[in-house]
């Protein structure tokens, strides 16, 4: 894989890791986005079969 591909990719992570990092800020003091947030992920764990807790 390219350098220029590989940084690409790095820097997209990096930002979608800010992201992220900005969302659970907001659901530790929000119980409506904390809540959507555990349907999310328990739909997506039944999909694959999986629970999270």
């Given at each position: 894989?390219?350098?220029?591909?590989?940084?690409?990719?790095?820097?997209?992570?990096?930002?979608?890791?800010?992201?992220?990092?900005?969302?659970?800020?907001?659901?530790?003091?929000?119980a409506r986005?904390?809540?959507?947030?555990?349907?999310?992920?328990?739909?997506?764990?039944?999909?694959?079969?999986?629970?999270?807790?």
């Amino acid at each position: 894989m390219p350098l220029t591909t590989r940084l690409a990719a790095r820097s997209q992570a990096r930002k979608q890791r800010a992201e992220d990092d900005k969302l659970w800020a907001v659901a530790l003091s929000d119980a409506r986005v904390m809540a959507d947030l555990s349907r999310a992920m328990s739909a997506e764990a039944s999909r694959r079969g999986r629970a999270y807790y």
